[in-house]
Antibody, heavy 123, light 110 residues
Framework: EVQLVESGGGLVQAGRSLRLSCVGS????????MHWVRQAPGKGLEWVSG????????GYAGSVKGRFTISRDNTKNSLYLQMNSLRLEDTALFYC????????????????WGQGTMVTVSS | QSALTQTASVSGSPGQSITISCIGS?????????ISWYQQHPGKAPKVMIY???KRPSGVSNRFSGSKSGNTASLTISGLQAEDEADYYC??????????FGGGTKLTVL
């Protein structure tokens, strides 16, 4: 079964850091680009960041650029999101998402989604 | 990046067809055909319905179709069914390894 399982979410104070992790199974992890997509409570989807299969291409939404860092470890079938200087507006359910393609510079579609990990930033 | 513009809500009766529009710009929809559409039911993770503008993943009903004209992408659902009631989001590549979503459209099947 193709699966993505996120972890690392929780309650954190504004200004602090948090690291999200995602483990993929049931597919060849290092063949595909991966992304993080978030959804604030009652709101729409927001693409956060993406990374190519070999980490050669990285992309960030303007709202997180300079604060968040995406990375992956293909030996562990794992995707990460280091989130620093967290703000109240970062409160959201963070989804780990698999791309149909290999490159973040030519993203085809988000075809596999995890169930998400909730990040709540408090003042 | 600016979000793509979608109508907040649309409705239709069973059997009818509806179209959801996604208005972008020459920085995203108008330049790239890397446009995808997602269906999200309450409390569930999104599901891809269309990718690369008009392609359907295996298992997605052929009642769903996608198209593009200029800076506007569209999702058409024909033969509306009760289970189509959900939120729908468009997404486009915006260059430099970035993507942007639309604000979402709530589809109500009357």
């Amino acid at each position: 079964e193709v699966q993505l399982v996120e972890s690392g979410g929780g309650l954190v104070q504004a200004g602090r850091s948090l690291r999200l992790s995602c483990v993929g199974s049931g597919f060849t992890f290092d063949d595909y680009a991966m992304h993080w997509v978030r959804q604030a409570p009652g709101k729409g989807l927001e693409w956060v960041s993406g990374i190519s299969w070999n980490s050669a291409n990285l992309g960030y939404a303007g709202s997180v650029k300079g604060r968040f860092t995406i990375s992956r470890d293909n030996t562990k079938n794992s995707l990460y999101l280091q989130m620093n200087s967290l703000r109240l507006e970062d409160t959201a359910l963070f989804y780990c998402v698999k791309d149909r393609g290999a490159s973040a510079a030519a993203p085809l579609a988000f075809d596999i989604w995890g169930q998400g990990t909730m990040v709540t930033v408090s003042s | 990046q600016s979000a793509l513009t979608q109508t907040a809500s649309v409705s239709g009766s069973p059997g009818q067809s509806i179209t959801i529009s996604c208005i972008g710009s020459s920085s995203n929809v108008g330049t790239f055909n890397l446009i995808s559409w997602y269906q999200q039911h309450p409390g569930k993770a999104p599901k891809v319905m269309i990718y690369e503008g008009s392609k359907r993943p295996s298992g997605v009903s052929n009642r769903f179709s996608g198209s593009k004209s200029g800076n506007t992408a569209s999702l058409t659902i024909s033969g509306l069914q009760a289970e189509d009631e959900a939120d729908y989001y468009c997404c486009s590549y915006a260059g430099s390894s970035t993507l942007v979503f639309g604000g979402g459209t709530k589809l109500t099947v009357l």
